[in-house]
């Protein structure tokens, strides 16, 4: 591992740091008209960074063990998201668009309501999973590194906005919300670090966590993003980013096999 790896894997991670923010950095009008097309992007890029650059080198550097890993880590999620009844993303989204068109400091989300304790945990457990696979990612090749970190960071805006909406709702100030939300999108720096220490002493390491992030990656696009695409009106916005989030993916792989650019 050179240090330019680590470099890129430590900016990709701060880039998705600064994607904590997005709620309080976007305007709510902004919001309320692009929300919709975010989502359906983020679904587009994760999608495309799943089989065309994740499983594949998760394929390649430890075997068919990878579809066992990634098949694990879907329904792993799956399970979790019905036994713990976790927030989605694109329901958070929603909820976010929605709490926009009325008054300020009402819930509307449904269900019960997350406490921010819980809710912050939950997304430090799974920025340590995203950093984990940035890290992996770009220790494999430097396009599977930008695919996957712009899948991370591209899906982490939708969900920030809404987690940032579910702390003001719960009373949170401002300040604290965006402190919070930046500081646990940090702890993505523990799962890169993990990986980039421990592929030194456990080589199969970065193939099983691209095996890992591709199931979950699949997972949030497919299960909790993609359904969005069918909902609401502005139908062309949407698939309009979710074909932009494909050919932006699809783009580095043709750019890498095709052109012989190495990111
Ligand atoms: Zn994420």
Do not use: P
């Given at each position: 591992m050179d240090s330019q790896t680590v470099l890129l894997v430590f900016i990709a991670v701060g880039l998705d740091g600064l994607a904590g923010l997005a709620g309080g950095a976007l305007s709510e009008r902004w919001l309320r008209r692009h929300l919709p097309a975010l989502v359906a992007f983020a679904a587009g890029t994760l999608l495309a960074a799943v089989f065309l650059e994740v499983l594949p080198e998760a394929v390649e550097a430890i075997g068919d063990t990878a579809f066992q890993w990634a098949l694990g880590s879907f329904v792993t999620l799956a399970l979790l998201e019905w036994a713990l009844g976790h927030h989605h993303p694109a329901d958070t989204a929603a909820g976010q668009a929605h709490a926009h068109g009325?008054?300020?400091?009402h819930t509307h989300t449904h269900g019960a309501p997350t406490l921010p304790a819980a809710l912050l945990a939950s997304d430090a457990l799974h920025n340590v999973g995203d950093g984990a696979a940035v890290a992996a990612a770009f220790l494999v090749s430097p396009n599977a590194g930008f695919a996957t970190a712009l899948a991370v960071i591209v899906h982490e805006l939708p969900q920030e906005v809404g987690d940032y909406a579910l702390l003001r709702a719960a009373g949170w100030s401002r300040a604290r919300s965006l402190v919070a939300l930046g500081g646990v999108q940090l702890t993505a720096m523990v799962g890169a670090a993990a990986v980039l220490l421990g592929t030194r002493h456990l080589p199969s390491l970065q193939g099983t966590v691209l095996a890992i992030a591709a199931g979950s990656f699949l997972y949030i696009g497919a299960v909790d993003l993609l359904p969005e695409l069918r909902r609401g009106p502005d139908s062309r916005q949407r698939v309009g980013g979710f074909l932009c989030g494909l050919l932006l993916i699809a783009g580095l792989y043709f750019a890498e096999r095709v052109l012989g650019v190495h990111g």
């Open positions: 009325h008054a300020h400091g």
